[in-house]
Structure formats: C-alpha cells, structure tokens
C-alpha cells in the first residue's frame, strides 16, 4: 500500500507539473506583401524563451504561467522588432511585421582594409558581448535525411539539456537528452539503419562559428578572403551590417557567405556561409562536417538577452553525391542566464550515441510542454502522408524512452529508493523500481549486452629474493657428463617491474570473464597466464561512474632468474622435447607456480571509452615445480626449452651443494595502474 500510494503521487506531481504553462499560437506576416515570415524568432528575450515560426510562418510558443506578464518579442533580420503584453494576446494571432529597406550607409567603406577592420574589432568584442562564464541552455534538435527524389526518410528530434563553456574556453560544452524520437517516414527503411545517425546533437556547440572563430572571422586568413559590404539592415531595431566574403584571387579560402555585425555594438549576430567545392577535400574539419559531400550549407544565428549575446538557432545542410539532403536544426527555447550545471557524466550524449526513440506515429503531443521547431513544408507533408495512409506501424520502445526519462525524473525517483530501500517493506520481497514514461511509472527491464574491455597497465610484483651464487648443469642422457653448464651470481630483488594486459567480458554490466597476460622488463622470466571470474559495482551511478571490481582467478606463472650464458661444445642436444644447436645457450633457474589469485580494481570513467584503473592482486600458492629455462643465442630463429629439475640430466648447486629450493616465496602482492578500453 505504502508503494502504491507514492507511485500515485508521483504520478500526480509530474501530471500537474506539465500542465503549468500557456500556450501562444499565431502566424507572421509580412506588413506589405501579406507573405509569412519563415524563420523569425518569437519569445521573452529577458527570460530567454523562444521559438521560430514555420515556412508558412506559423508558431506555437509554450512559456510557464509566471512569465504571463512578460512581453512578447518578434524579430527577424530586415524588419522591425514586434512587441506586445503577453496578457493582451489572443490566440491565433495575426502578427505583422514592418520591413526595414536594406540601404548602404552615407559613409560607404570602400577600401576591404576597413571591412577588416569592423571584423577585426568585431572579434576582439567577443568578450565583451558573449558569455564570460559557462550557460545552461534547453534545445530542440532535429535532423532530417531525403533520397534523391526529395522524399523524407526520417526525422529525429530531442528535447536537450544544454552545457556550454564561455566563450573564452575552447572546451566543447556537454549535451545530454531530456526525450526524444526517430519518426521513420519511409517504411522501407528499418529503425535500426536510421537510429545511428546520431551526431548532431552538438549542433549548438559545433555550429558556434563566435566560438570557434571560423576561418572567414580569423584575422590570420584575412589574405585568403575578399570582403566587401553589401548593405546596412535593421535586427531588433538597430542597425546591421551585412559583411560578403568569398575566397580571395589566389587565396585559399575555403568559404562563401555572409556575416551579420551589430553597428553599434559590433556583435556577430548570424552568418550564412557554405563550404567551397575545393574545401569539402579536407579530410578534419571539425567542427564542421566532411566526407562525401557535394556541399555542407550552414546558417547561424545568435540573440541578446540582458547585456550578452547567446548561440540562438543553427541550421546545417548537407548534399550527398546520390542528391539527397541531410539536415541539422539546433534551437535554443531557454537560457539560464543566472546560474548553469554541467550536464551529470551519466547523462552525457558523445559523438555517435543512439539517443533517439523510434515511433511510426507522429504526435505534437508527445513534447508536452517543451518548445520546439517547426516543420517544413516537405517535412509536415511527408509526416501527413504518413498519418493518412498509415504506413508505418508504430514501433514505440518503451525501455529505452524510460532511460531518456531519466534525465527529468532522477531526482524523484531517487528520492523513492531512499524511501522505500530494495525491498517492499510489507512483503519482504525484491522490488523493482519504477521508470516514468510520459508521466506513467512502469516497471522496466533493463537490457544490456556484452562489452569487450582491454586492459592496458604497468606496475610491481613485490617477490623479493636473495643473493646467490649457482651453477646450473645439462647432463648427456646416457653418462653423467655436462652438455652445458654455467656459473654465475643472481644478485638479490625486491620487486619485479611488470607490463600487463586482459581481456574482459562484461556481461549485463555486471559481471565478467577475464584473461589475463603479465610480462617482466628485463633480465627474467616472467610469464603470468591468469583467467578467472569478476564482478562490477559502479560507486556513483548518477555522476563520473566509479568502478570497483572484485575478482578470483587461477594464475600460472613461469618464474626464473638468469644465471649465465654457456658455450655449447656439445652441438645439437635435446631438453624438454625441443632440439637446441646453438653455439651459445642462457641458462635460468626458476619455478612454475599455480596461484589463486583475488584481486580488487579500482576504476575511474574517463570517457565512455576508457578508465583509468589502479588494481591490487595477492597471490596464493598451491602447486611449485622447479625448473631449468635455456634459450638459444646467436640465431634468427631462437628455440627455448623448459625442463624439470626432477629430471637426472639436471643439475642444480648453490654454494657447491646441491640445491632444488625456491628463489623466492611466492605467497605475496602484485601492484598495477593503468587504463581500460572499453
């Protein structure tokens, strides 16, 4: 009863928490022509919410009930800024924007030196107009592919949590995922080849051309560029400049577009720009897009709230050599001006991570309270094919749209561990706990599979051993004469310098199989074999994830210290089933040994790919057998053997006396650091 009642709770807190917004919907015409206004940015600039409007000029604006005494803000580049209460709009509204004449200014600058310059002084008024200390922002994504024929394949969209650095760090900010979808429009197309086209969601830190100072902005190409002025607009009712560039005769610009430049305050407020022909050869251009490309199109746009200039909307197109076009729209709907987070690590998307849900059935609903961006028209036109001819049946994964859920839900649903612990207090059973789903809690399974981890590390064996002086001899098989033998001091150790390397496979997330090789830095023999069993516990599942990994394995080690090289007058012999001949043969003396082997690692996430790790080993003994090592000298093709001491052609003395003992006691600590591959 008392899980019950808080699943029921819950459920009502995240209902009532959706429905406390308002919405504004309307169209944006132009004054004069009666034409929609595509594109124009509509919201509360003070409070950093906003939308755009549609191809056909349409919008739908959702802001939280508080900002209901807020003032409405249109603008868009060439026209005046559209202002009104929020509490005198009727919804639909019919807004009408005035045009701006584009005109060139009294004083035209004709020499290219002084366009420079409004760029050069543009640049250096970065920090002054652009976040000096790191923003959290929301964003709405969308990426879109066509065939050749023009047809939309798919869309994919998602609601971001955004985490950018100022801009006096060239640090790439985080995103993480609040929800989202993949909307397969051609049915001919299965989920699973559109689901991994996932990149774009850096959009709003990769399309950043202030933050990144894109070549046609940087002072050290200005050689490579042409620039001249192609006339003064109006934005937010002050004037613009519109700056043309294009590569210079026998430069090596790489770029073509435009760059819009506050007058007054000299802030980068768009750019249009494409990627020359010759340019789209470059092989690293990030943070832009390369590969088999016909042309990459990019537009740009950025906004004032307050007294600073912020990444408002970005939209990037891409031609494929088949002509068919793949797009990225980024739209920033809310900027925390006051205070920003890191998105938590957990919740990080990196380059390539599947982050979308996939649906046949397309539902403005499914955003709830969320702004986002409008389609066009091809887009709103396949989606309604869709709808009409029922194409696609839908194919709505649950699991994965409850662990993208998280992202909202985490702290409630924590706060439900902590109450209720892992077992239902009345029954005394295992629970499983909730996930939220559009505001539902249901039981989720989770679904892993198998991982490969590589271990890669360096560290210490602490096997200490004394000083001796031995001989070691190999007898012929049928009289007790010496084949070869040498003499010489093994001077005492306290540890062995060691590389190691594994192989693991994570099962679930949770357990794993492991194998394991170990090798000596000099001067020994030291082969360690290890496979075993192991567990994974993450420490900090809401943040950097930290491992700890226990584990038991069986270890055999080859294990011998090098005594001498002999000359072998003999010619070809045989020892332990291998025929030796050379001229000069390295004599060992050491053990195998079989260990149990339990081990606790220690690991901290780097990146989803790699782990830093610090392991402690202690190993046990249960079974020793001595043994003579020789290894040939002097040829290409060297042959080793390993043969018993318990063997009457062997010959072991230390000080002059027989001796079969150990060189070490092999009950003892091995120590290694290194990363994890995963």
Sequence with gaps: MRLTSTIFLLVATLSLHAQHFLTITGTIVDQKTGQPVGYAHVGIPENGIGTIS????????????????STLTVSFIGYQTYRKPVGQIESPVRILLKQVATSLPEVVVRDESGIEDIIRRAVANIPKNYPTRSTSMTGFYRESKTDAKQEYQYLAEGVLDIYKTSYNNKKEGQTGLIQGRQVVLNPTDSPEEVASISSGHLSPHRFDFVKHREEFIDEANFDDYQYWIEGITSYDDKPVYIIGFDRAEGGSGRMTGKVYIDTLSYAFIRAEFE???????????????VGSWNANRYVANYRKIGDKWYFSSALREGERPNGGLFSNDILITEVDTKKSKPVPYGERLERGAPFLTITGQYDD??????????????QKESVLQMKTQEKAAEVFDADFMAALQARRDSIRLEALRTELGEVDPET????ELPQVNNGVLEVQKRKFG????MHLGAGAHLLSSEAATLGLTRLQKDEPLPIISTTGEVPAREYEALLNWDLSLLFNRRWFIRWGITREFYNSIYREHSFGLGWQFNLAPDKRPFFLRPSIQHSRLDYARKVGVAENDFGKFKAGGEKLRSDEITMYYGSRVHFFKPSLEMALELNPDLDLFIRGSYLLPFADNRHLYLREKGRVFRRKARTSLDNDHNLVERDDAPFNGKLADYQSFLISIGVVFK
Excluded: M
């Excluded at 609903?365 to 091809?378: D, H, I, M, Q, V």
């Excluded at 005394?428 to 629970?431: K, S």
């Excluded at 198998?450 to 981890?453: C, T």
């Design 450 to 453: 198998v991982q490969l981890q």
């Design 54 to 69: 549609g191809f056909d000029g349409e919008f739908i604006l959702k802001i939280p009930d508080y900002y209901r005494n």
């Design 428 to 431: 005394g059973e295992p629970i």
């Design 365 to 378: 609903n499914f955003w709830r309270e969320y702004n986002t961006a409008p389609l066009n028209s091809g």
């Design 275 to 289: 990627i020359r022909p010759e340019g789209l050869k470059k092989i690293n251009d990030y943070p832009l897009y």
